[in-house]
T-cell receptor
């Protein structure tokens, strides 16, 4: 079945640091890939997505590139802010519409 | 921007009681979902709903769970006899199509005591 593996957390960074959150996946066929973000006390928000190989999703300074050869969709941001502190989930949808999530990783950004 | 609305935001119920969690999906969306997140754990799929019927359900979604779209706008999740381990945040989501990505509601925190 489909699965998503995220790097172990939590991650703590200083403001303006570079962020990479690793995500790899296992899926049959050609999944669509997503990053969701959950701010404290809130629900899940779609951050960005990519629907085919080599697509780059981007939003709010975050980027992730769909790498079929390495089955990865790593999330990056060049300069994090305190307001980026949240839990980040990598996810995919396969042939059906079900979203499969990774475990999530907590990012804390210090001023 | 269109939103998925969930009510209530927090529900406390006694073990063995029935609860109904309510959701209003985005009006032109066709696919509807329930997920749950036990505190500090992974977000888990419960059920997907399309064309007025369940299209897929997980092992968690046993006979105690049911979903309904009673009036063309609401989408409800019923837990017939709640257990302590049903305590979780329940998220409703809707989607326009399979590649578009979901829009999630802000969740209902269910506490079973």
């Amino acid at each position: 079945g489909n699965s998503v593996t995220q790097m172990e957390g939590p991650v703590t960074l200083s403001e303006e640091a570079f962020l990479t959150i690793n995500c790899t996946y296992t899926a049959t066929g050609y999944p669509s890939l997503f990053w969701y973000v959950q701010y404290p006390g809130e629900g899940l928000q779609l951050l960005l997505k990519a629907t085919k190989a080599d697509d780059k999703g981007s939003n709010k300074g975050f980027e992730a590139t769909y790498r079929k050869e390495t089955t990865s969709f790593h999330l990056e941001k060049g300069s994090v802010q305190v307001s980026d502190s949240a839990v980040y989930f990598c996810a995919l949808t396969g042939a059906n519409s079900k979203l499969t999530f990774g475990k999530g990783i907590t990012l804390s950004v210090r001023p | 921007e269109p939103e998925v609305t969930q009510t209530p935001s927090h529900q406390v119920t006694q073990m063995g009681q029935e609860v109904i969690l309510r959701c209003v999906p985005i009006s032109n969306h066709l696919y509807f979902y329930w997920y749950r997140q036990i505190l500090g754990q992974k977000v888990e799929f419960l059920v997907s709903f399309y064309n007025n019927e369940i299209s897929e359900k997980s092992e968690i979604f046993d006979d105690q769970f049911s979903v309904e779209r009673p009036d063309g706008s609401n989408f409800t999740l019923k837990i017939r006899s709640t257990k302590l381990e049903d305590s979780a945040m329940y998220f409703c989501a809707s989607s326009r199509d399979l590649d578009y990505g979901y829009t999630f509601g802000s969740g209902t925190r269910l506490t079973v005591v």
